[in-house]
């Protein structure tokens, strides 16, 4: 009854012209502006009038109806007797013209989308097209109040989340800074490029002939800005790599990322006295504690000069440049001005964490995040850690922090969650920026991270896992005139979607390939049906990849695809795990844990509450569809692999937590670089 009723208003004009109020009929040839300026209501939307037809035609029609049952003016019998298919029942024909009546609205809503766009760009700088902000935090997980968390405090990005569209399922495909930046910044998969580890983005032969995205807007007429941390800065690094080809300026006091400031040991880095032992064995850059509270021989930044309690952070200086940016370019006359590109990448929350003691105290309770007791037994990546990376103890930091004196896991979380209230300060001065400069209305806003972080879950402290804490990141995109307010798409995207989504909002060509033979073309598929709540129109795969490779043997890698309601994890040793997020988002119970009949009391008397029911046929199915998401994304063959990490020769750049006393040393390579593919067996 429901479905023929819903049939009945939809098709209860036999015609696909849409009528409105006062019969104003609507074809394809008839502009949306105009259609808007002649309406009775300038208020009320095209889709309400429809809407309005709809229900008094309901009501008409429904009251000069004799029968208490709902019947079509017309016999059914008349209008289809003349059908080449008997078979054809009049479910099936009514669902036709609703189909047809369907994408004939959406196709009228289509040209209203570009009518509003092409508004906003009339009104944007220089009459041209829309300016970009685009901001990116280190080591941001995301916990943020508009997404739920009580502990974050990010008054900031939660007060633009509700003007703007909040991706809580988006992810970064390499959880670990330098791959990660790098598929965000060309918008290609790491596992295509070769770009995998601590490897200098800037000698990879794939990257060197594709566009970034600041040079592809730079050839296509926009001025591109950036300060801060956006590519990963590597040891040999100048900061200043093609400056020309992707920059009209690249600012700040050093051009290499300042992770600073840092507890001075004469005038060398060091950790915080305060930070006891094993974890201050990870050098300077495992430290926490507020500015506040000054070592014996204070603070120094990353130049090695004297930093003081009350000087800016490298943050805020990159806030405050962009906020003078902005107030610059709206000086100029507007047929002086071009389209800009701001990139600005922000250092905090990645450690060392010294930020200002207001951060702190924004920080009142710190609950931990929640664990359980025993959740590592059914999960392999802490035995494939302990193999595939030349020292764990340079990924994960969970074993000091967990025998170290005192609450230093609590002490951590806290300075963590300041350090992203501090970031959250930054993001908001410079969006403020934009609306008292008269920019708000004319600038795409994007708001992301490299990737998550992890703070004792599965007994992990840090990046590099193929987990949630770690591969889940912020995205917030507001686009004037297209983009709705405050909604939530709930599919899985991720980095690799950024660059295309620009590429559809602004027009720009997609092809981004220097050299055909050499380059890769973009990876990902543009967000805009998202931002429009047009979910189904999205072109890209049902899920978001992440890979996590070894540093010393390319055949060691993890491989993880989340979609809206699973994670699928596959190890290059044949394990497998699969989480099911609509009973349990915490990824507390494996539903591929295989373990001995040992294993699994073990894991029973650790914690009684753990699921280790047997595979059953809905869960291999799963497995299955997941599996076939993944090869989909990746194909066959997966990814390459510079050539100086086969044979067990591996030269990262540097190490994830910097130097430490735990780094072994490692020769200089060439920077010439081949490549090799490694073949994945997605077999049963």
């Known amino acids: ?214 040079e592809h807007f730079k050839n296509n007429g926009y001025e591109t800005f950036g300060r801060g941390k956006i590519f990963h800065p590597m040891k040999r690094s100048t900061g200043h790599e093609f400056e020309e080809d992707l920059w009209t300026e690249l600012s700040g006091d050093n051009v290499k990322a300042d992770y600073g400031p840092y507890a001075n040991s004469a005038g060398n880095y060091a950790v915080h006295p305060d930070v006891p032992e094993p974890i201050s064995k990870y050098g300077a850059m495992m430290s926490y504690s507020p500015l506040e509270n000054e070592p014996e021989q204070g603070w120094i930044n990353t130049n090695l000069q004297k930093f003081h309690v009350n000087d800016q952070l490298p943050d805020e200086k990159t806030a405050d440049w962009a906020v003078g940016k902005l107030q610059t370019f709206a000086q100029k006359p507007e047929w002086e001005r071009k389209p800009f590109l701001m990139v600005l990448g922000f250092m905090k929350p990645h450690m060392p964490l010294h930020v200002s003691q207001e951060w702190y105290d924004k920080i009142k309770d710190v609950p931990m995040p929640e664990t359980l007791d025993g959740d590592e037994g059914d999960i392999h990546y802490l035995k494939w850690a302990q193999t595939a990376f030349k020292d764990v103890r340079e990924t994960n930091a969970y074993d000091a922090f967990n025998s170290a004196p005192g609450e230093q896991i609590t002490a951590l979380y806290r300075s963590y969650l300041a350090a992203k209230a501090s970031t959250d300060h930054c993001i908001g001065q410079v969006v403020q920026g934009l609306k008292n400069h008269g920019f708000w209305g004319n600038t795409i806003v994007v708001v992301t991270a490299d990737h998550g972080f992890s703070i004792g879950q599965k007994l992990w402290v840090g990046k590099w896992s193929p987990y949630e804490e770690s591969t889940r990141v912020p995205l917030i995109i507001r686009a004037p005139g297209v983009s709705l307010e405050g909604i939530k798409p709930y599919h899985a995207v991720g980095h690799v979607d950024i660059f295309p989504t620009l590429l559809d909002l602004t027009g720009l060509p997609d092809n981004t390939i220097k050299d055909t033979a050499k380059g890769h073309k973009l990876d990902g598929h543009s967000l805009k049906p998202f931002l429009r709540k047009r979910d189904r129109f999205f072109t890209g795969p049902k899920g978001a990849v992440s890979l996590i490779i070894s540093d010393c043997n390319q055949d060691r890698y993890v491989l993880t695809v989340r979609t809206t309601g699973h994670r699928y994890i596959m190890y290059g040793d044949g394990i497998e795990e699969m989480y099911n997020h609509f009973s349990d988002k915490h990824e507390w119970h494996n539903l591929l844990f295989t373990g001995s009949s040992a294993e699994k009391m073990s894991l029973l008397s650790q914690n009684s509450s753990v699921d280790i029911g047997e595979l059953t046929v809905e869960t291999m199915a799963t497995k299955t569809k997941m599996k076939s998401i993944l090869e989909g994304i990746l194909g066959k063959e997966a990814f390459k692999t510079p050539d100086y990490k086969t044979n067990g020769n591996c030269t990262p750049d540097e190490s994830p937590f910097g130097e430490s006393e735990f780094q072994t040393s490692s020769s200089d390579s060439s920077l010439t670089i081949e490549h090799t593919t490694v073949h994945l067996n997605f077999d049963e």
């Not at 019998?77 to 059908?83: M, R």
């Not at 009459?127 to 080591?139: E, Q, R, S």
């Not at 943020?144 to 007060?159: K, Q, R, V, W």
């Not at 633009?160 to 918008?187: K, N, Q, T």
């Open 1 to 214: 009854m429901h479905f023929r009723l819903f049939a009945w208003l939809l098709s209860c004009n036999t015609g696909l012209a849409l009528q409105f109020q006062g019969g104003v009929g609507v074809s394809n040839s008839d502009d949306p502006k105009t259609l808007f300026q002649n309406s009775g209501d300038a208020s009320l939307k095209l889709e309400d009038q429809f809407d309005a037809e709809i229900e008094e035609q309901f009501k008409t029609q429904f009251q000069n109806n004799g029968d208490a049952s709902l019947k079509l003016e017309d016999d059914p019998k008349t209008l289809f007797q003349n059908s080449g298919d008997a078979s054809l029942k009049l479910e099936d024909q009514l669902d036709v013209q609703i189909e047809e009546q369907f994408y004939e609205q959406l196709l009228l809503d289509d040209r209203l989308d570009e009518f509003h766009q092409a508004d906003e760009q009339e009104k944007s700088v220089g009459g041209w097209k829309m300016n970009i902000m685009m901001m990116i935090a280190d080591d941001f997980n995301a916990e943020m109040g508009h997404l739920g968390s009580s502990t974050a405090y990010t008054p900031n990005l939660d007060a633009l989340a509700a003007e703007s569209v909040s991706f809580p399922h988006a992810y970064s495909h390499h959880p670990i800074c330098a791959p990660a930046r790098a598929s965000l910044m060309y918008g290609v998969y790491g596992f295509h490029s070769g770009f995998d580890w601590f490897e200098a983005w800037y000698t990879n032969p794939v990257l060197r002939n594709s566009n970034t995205i600041m």
